[in-house]
């Protein structure tokens, strides 16, 4: 291997070369910064997949610091995050019970087997395939996970049982169990959910007010969730308040995670499989576009297929160290960016902070209400909910606004995997359809120029015998029929014509389905006295057509340009009537 | 329903009005020869279905009669055809057992499921649906069918029991039954086989010696088949070969079908669906491409979506009248179109034939040798088997040949309908590979034209201050990124551009996340001092685009042509370098 490919798969060997003193001490103000922030959310995310707290911590250990070394964002903030907590939960749910051993085995394994993929797509370099979710369907995707995440809190700040996958299925369970309303839990529950709603607007102003500056008031108003954990904690603690059937976390095992391999049989690998293949597009997808923001604003690039190594060495990490799927997660980043993080390092120390806090603060953590992680999670995805999409979409392309609908529906309705995967196949074969049913466009001269455009919406030069139209679409399989039939309905309604011109600007593409409709055309309007030309056929079109016969067998000629090809024609006509004249005389 | 609407669904108004004599006697004849071709055919392939000999010849005559009234191809000749028959053994095998009651009312059910569905599609204009069967699929599959058919047929030319839904298992069950190979039937199968290969272009020749004429003699030799059975029947019946174990067709009931609706359950409509989707569409396909191609030769035109409701008139005939899955066949439909068939109503004759067939003519076939039906299927579904595809699209281009090659294999590897399917998703997946990485290049002006090409292909002006780039593929979310990456790598080794221009000829839409990237381009740009322009913006595409802001934020403009961009931009460095002269005066 060389050292520039070395290089490619350890970026670490890039920016710890210049690491100095500066970069040491702003890394380390933003992991105490992200830290702080990361104990409460990997604690309530853990929650969330249906794990014990625990996990949440050991998934922000050790991914942290396989992302320092192996991914290309500066500052993408690795670990446990909403939308790939509920995937999991709902993956696991279908194989093994909550709370089983199993169950933890199966989120371990889940881990592993989304870490082996995006390695696996990494090393192929198969990145681009995540361009095929589109910005739409992953919006739709997002904000449908928000509200079910969200009601999915809901029994813990209620202190009910509630179960269902979909929100259907959820609704009508916390309905069925609202009788068994826990009122002291619902205050725990209802304060912190207030007082987490209020501090992510309300108390930055409060800290500028008392002389903080701008920044260092937005940092220590993220601070906000801890303050909750500590006051419910408290409370907790003083009223007895488990005795009082509010759900605590309980006992969490003090310190590092022990190491093992997953160990589930191969039915749960092949069970898994499927799951592991969404959380890592998901995942993907989510953590890239966070990665691309953040360095586009520094000027820096991240490599899409180093990505999937990064995040795939993140999520092995997860499951050998007790963790849980992991990725880049959009608010931690954010943070862990405005506090100043110049280098991967940032991830590193705060993977130094959760163990630190894994060691330490554990004990502490029995007396936390369920209902305080609940309210967090409630008042962080409240953020991922966007039905501005929406909106947008229908003011801009129905298919978008389909795709975007389709998406956030049968999420909603049927599941995440369900719904991201109805999602893609509606975006893709709303795309197929627009191509399988082209726009054409007869085209004139642009007076004055040797340009041509359609002539309902511009004023051009046109000529009786002759039919410039414009395909604008690649000519393959799907639209072959289609244009075929439009071209004799356009002939039909235009008996003078006798040459007729393809203009090929948009034609990319001629696959065989389509040269076999071609040669039909020709041979048809051959019979009927019509002569076929093209037009600006591109270099590549030209080099497969130049491999087979059609070119031979073409009535007209291929014109490099339209304007040559119709002055070309005209000239014919000239010449023709002028030897016709010739004979009169 | 206007009298134009009732006409477009009962084609038979439109040809009956002119129907006279000279018709009457062209169809009649064409009718008398397709109807002796017919029986032996109708015969074979309900064996080949797994199906009893009657219910091929129930399947050639109401069916006839439905598509007579509701198609719009004069010359179609519906009834059994080869592909369809395996189709339905396979989807019927996984459900019933052959020769049960139970296989015989899942084919009748099968028959009224996909009647159903192609009436729908119809109804509701679908037909473009069949488009996304690439012609290379269908021709891959079609082939690796003819190879199964004949294969599956062996076993009773050799007289030795043999299963199995794909090749490969075929083969070694054939293998496996090789020992108990009966040379009785053997002695019956491999001269009928012989001289039906014979026939097919030995016996046109000798006839036309005889002083036949051409035409005459062609349609003579399609009597082959007839003799062959004759002539087999006779030999069963003279030495007594049904007590030598050579399998005949027995008693076939006397008599026309009775009607009446399929019977089975629910479970049955739910397993069946599938098949019933697949066979209706690739008999679909199958028909319309015979139809066109002869339609062609006499000018005359077939309508796709009111081919769905013909052919899903003509299987609910069939599902009613003991039948089974029928569509309009290739080689029984150029008979009929050689014998001078000049409208429908010679399909009506057919069925009149077979029906007086079916009443008197039944008795006859109890000493058929099941090895000569088997013969006469080999011999006709040789004429599918064509590998000349595989080299066609090997030069042709590689996309095309993946997907035969696809459908080819699947289909032998794995049965009918996995292969119809992947041969499908291959060519889609192909064809969305292909737009996800898009073509571009970078163009000049072709002197002394307006007209701008790649400056790698064509000897053109260009300048160093201004990269125009033509895009060769619409922008929506699979390319997006792609497009992005690709421009700034160009700018990287440019950094002399300070305008580029995204030639728009080949983009016929942009999507919302296609806009979001071009949104991220312009910022980018802008940042770095390059100033974006479009142009040959197309006008469904400008529509889409004059609704957002887009067009604000854009850093340079949008010309009509890339010739009047590239002048004005020319024009503003003159004038900015002019009044850089006034000021140093």
Known sequence: MKTSEIKRYFPILDWSRDYNKDTLFSDLLAALIVTIMLIPQSLAYALLAGLPAEVGLYASMLPLVAYAIFGTSRTLSVGPVAVV???TASAIGHIASIGSVNYLEAALLLAFLSGVFLLGMGLLRMGFLANFLSHPVISGFITASGIIIAFSQLKHILGIHAEGENLFHLLQSLFNNLSHINLATVAVGLPALVFLFWVRNGLKPILMNMGLGDKSASMLAKTGPVLAIVATSFAAYSFDLGDKSVALVGHVPNGL???????????????????????SIIGFVESVSVGHTLAAKRRQRIVPN????????????ASVSGGYPVTGGFARSVVNFDAGAVTPAAGFFTAIGIALAALFFTPYLAYLPKATLAATIIVAVLTLIDFSILKKTWGYARSDFVAVLTTLVVTLALGVETGVACGVLASLALHLYKTSVPHMAIVGEVPGTEHYRNINRHT?????????LRIDESLYFANAGFIEDKIYELLERRPDVQHIILMCTAVNEIDLSALEALESINHRLQDSGITL???????PVMDVLNKTDFITHLSGNI???????????LEQYAEKSQSSNDWNI
């Open 257 to 279: 995670p022990s190491f093992h391999l997953p160990v589930l049989g191969h039915e749960a690998w092949r069970e898994l499989m499927m799951s592991a293949i969404f959380i």
């Open 85 to 87: 907590s509920l995937m």
């Open 460 to 468: 051009v030069i046109t000529h009786d015998e002759i039919l410039s």
């Open 533 to 539: 030309h093209l037009s600006e056929v591109k270099g």
């Open 306 to 317: 180093q990505e999937l190594i990064g995040l795939g060495a993140a999520n092995i990490a």
């Open 559 to 569: 014109f490099l340009s339209h304007h040559l090809g119709i002055n070309r024609i």
